[in-house]
């Protein structure tokens, strides 16, 4: 028996294709100079709209995907939630949203009813990339994946009618936009899983102000994954 195990279990092209992705995304993330990354997470403090602008540069042709162990996560999540229908705010070259539409497939085996993904990417190159790699996946997750391309809080419109589970894999100062964006089609009861609360928790003051309100209408686990991994549940007032 291998001594580790992956609940996601899909074809073989594509275990190869994540295997190909994650190792890449590591091997840039390695690559970036950390002493550049700190300088504008420290920007941020004093001029927030300049370090946003300096991390788009830095990452413009940055995978930074979802560590593997937090994309089986989220997988398991999707299918137990039974989830069917999912945007994810920040997409890159699309290796989460894999994740994402192969759970799909699972919660449809389940139900007997479709779902969908809608990934959200406002770089070019990286949209097209993101496509090239689910269409490399084939139909069975390339069909359910609806990409928005652009700025987000354009591109998450009112065409959305419900959202079950809202993944924030995004810049910190983003996520609370894309959080309002998808606010008002949020099922009770729906999830939100985002990414690194724990490395980048200075950046997400915003954020946690709704996420972790003692009274507000979200109830928010940080889990210890590297870097941290926030689980919230949508649980309004009636
Ligand atoms: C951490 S990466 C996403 C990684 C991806 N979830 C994965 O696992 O492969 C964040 C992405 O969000 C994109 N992004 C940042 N701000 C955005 C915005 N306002 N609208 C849409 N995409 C945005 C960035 O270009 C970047 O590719």
Same mark, same amino acid.
Not at 8 to 27: G, N
């Given at each position: 028996?291998?001594?580790?195990?992956?609940?996601?279990? @899909?074809?073989?092209?594509?275990?190869?294709?994540?295997?190909?992705?994650?190792?890449?995304?590591? +091997?840039? =993330? =390695?690559?970036?100079?950390?002493?550049?990354?700190?300088?504008?997470?420290?920007?941020?403090?004093?001029? @927030?709209?300049?370090?946003?602008?300096?991390?788009?540069?830095?990452?413009?042709?940055?995978?930074?995907?979802?560590?593997?162990?937090?994309?089986?996560?989220?997988?398991?999540?999707?299918?137990?939630?039974?989830?069917?229908?999912?945007?994810?705010?920040?997409?890159? &070259?699309?290796?989460?949203?894999? &994740?994402?539409?192969?759970?799909?497939?699972?919660?449809?085996?389940?139900?007997?009813?479709?779902?969908?993904?809608?990934?959200?990417?406002? =770089? #070019?190159?990286?949209?097209?990339?993101?496509?090239?790699?689910?269409?490399?996946?084939?139909?069975?997750?390339? +069909?359910?994946?609806?990409? %928005?391309?652009?700025?987000?809080?354009?591109?998450?419109?009112?065409?959305?009618?419900?959202?079950?589970?809202?993944?924030?894999?995004?810049?910190? #100062?983003?996520?609370?936009?894309?959080?309002?964006?998808?606010?008002?089609?949020?099922?009770?009861?729906?999830?939100?899983?985002?990414?690194?609360?724990?490395?980048?928790?200075?950046?997400?003051?915003?954020?946690?102000?709704?996420? %972790?309100?003692?009274?507000?209408?979200?109830?928010?686990?940080?889990?210890?994954?590297?870097?941290?991994?926030?689980?919230?549940?949508?649980? @309004?007032?009636?």
């Amino acid at each position: 028996m291998s001594a580790t195990s992956s609940p996601v279990r @899909p074809s073989q092209h594509i275990a190869d294709l994540l295997d190909r992705l994650h190792q890449s995304s590591l +091997e840039q =993330e =390695e690559s970036i100079p950390p002493a550049k990354l700190v300088a504008v997470k420290e920007l941020y403090k004093t001029d @927030p709209v300049t370090s946003s602008l300096a991390l788009d540069d830095l990452m413009r042709d940055k995978f930074i995907a979802l560590d593997r162990d937090k994309a089986e996560f989220v997988y398991q999540l999707v299918i137990s939630s039974r989830s069917r229908y999912i945007v994810e705010a920040g997409t890159s &070259y699309g290796v989460s949203t894999i &994740y994402l539409a192969l759970a799909v497939a699972e919660v449809e085996k389940l139900t007997g009813e479709k779902g969908w993904v809608i990934a959200t990417e406002k =770089e #070019p190159e990286k949209a097209k990339k993101a496509r090239e790699n689910w269409e490399i996946c084939g139909n069975a997750v390339a +069909e359910r994946i609806n990409l %928005r391309e652009g700025d987000l809080e354009e591109t998450l419109a009112n065409d959305i009618e419900t959202v079950d589970f809202l993944l924030l894999d995004i810049w910190p #100062p983003v996520a609370l936009p894309a959080l309002k964006a998808v606010l008002p089609r949020l099922k009770p009861g729906a999830l939100v899983v985002t990414d690194n609360t724990i490395q980048s928790a200075s950046r997400y003051e915003e954020l946690f102000s709704v996420l %972790r309100d003692p009274k507000g209408n979200f109830r928010s686990s940080t889990l210890p994954f590297k870097g941290g991994l926030e689980v919230s549940v949508y649980m @309004p007032e009636k």
